[in-house]
């Protein structure tokens, strides 16, 4: 009988023993499937990481390569625009020492309409690159990008407004030149 007993106790332990070290081996596969699945999710989050960064650099680069581009436009268009004036103005005075005008307040409203067409049309311009940007930048971005350009606006009014003062002086040191130059020989004539 004690035989019996301690067989069957030697038997329990050996069974108990078994079921501890399969427990143990299903916990341990269990720790290095979530070890394993942690890993992944970690380098999925990374990857993801960077994948957003590399697009917000793309998306930040395509945004800056697309205001540069139009501000190189708008400069381009603004040159091309003041050759053409300058070409128009120097024709007229071509034109205007051939023709003698009459009066000098001619000269003084033919150039102050041209710096009034010259305002309105940098006017529409601002308005138009303003609406553009508006559609195209996100609005936390909206009000520096539109200060830059309320600033550049007025610089470019200001050198307008600046453009059109030299152009009357210069007229009116022409003028005044061209009045003693005739008084001179008129002098001389006598």
Same mark, same amino acid.
């Given at each position: 009988m004690y035989q019996v007993r301690k067989f069957r106790r030697r038997r329990l332990i050996r069974y108990h023993d078994l079921e501890q070290d399969l427990l143990r081996e299903e916990l341990n596969k269990r720790q290095s499937q &979530?070890?394993?699945?942690h890993a992944m999710l970690m380098r999925h989050h990374e990857q993801t990481h960077d994948l957003e960064v590399k697009q917000q650099r793309a998306v930040h680069g395509l945004r800056e390569d697309h205001v540069k581009r139009q501000h190189q436009t708008e400069l381009n268009n603004q040159d091309e625009y003041m050759r053409r004036a300058q070409r128009e103005l120097k024709k007229k005075h071509? &034109? +205007?020492q051939k023709q003698q005008p009459k009066s000098l307040k001619q000269k +003084?409203?033919?150039i102050r309409k041209q710096f009034r067409d010259t305002c309105k049309i940098? /006017?529409?311009q601002y308005k138009a690159l303003k609406a553009q940007v508006l559609q /195209?930048?996100?609005?936390e971005e909206q009000k520096i990008i539109i200060r830059k350009l309320k600033e550049e606006?007025?610089?470019k009014m200001a050198l307008l407004a600046e453009q059109y003062e030299e152009t009357i002086a210069d007229m009116l040191q022409k003028q005044s030149v061209r009045s003693e130059h005739w008084m001179h020989i008129t002098i001389d004539a006598t």
């Amino acid at each position: 009988m004690y035989q019996v007993r301690k067989f069957r106790r030697r038997r329990l332990i050996r069974y108990h023993d078994l079921e501890q070290d399969l427990l143990r081996e299903e916990l341990n596969k269990r720790q290095s499937q &979530l070890d394993s699945a942690h890993a992944m999710l970690m380098r999925h989050h990374e990857q993801t990481h960077d994948l957003e960064v590399k697009q917000q650099r793309a998306v930040h680069g395509l945004r800056e390569d697309h205001v540069k581009r139009q501000h190189q436009t708008e400069l381009n268009n603004q040159d091309e625009y003041m050759r053409r004036a300058q070409r128009e103005l120097k024709k007229k005075h071509g &034109l +205007e020492q051939k023709q003698q005008p009459k009066s000098l307040k001619q000269k +003084e409203v033919m150039i102050r309409k041209q710096f009034r067409d010259t305002c309105k049309i940098q /006017t529409r311009q601002y308005k138009a690159l303003k609406a553009q940007v508006l559609q /195209t930048t996100p609005k936390e971005e909206q009000k520096i990008i539109i200060r830059k350009l309320k600033e550049e606006q007025r610089r470019k009014m200001a050198l307008l407004a600046e453009q059109y003062e030299e152009t009357i002086a210069d007229m009116l040191q022409k003028q005044s030149v061209r009045s003693e130059h005739w008084m001179h020989i008129t002098i001389d004539a006598t």
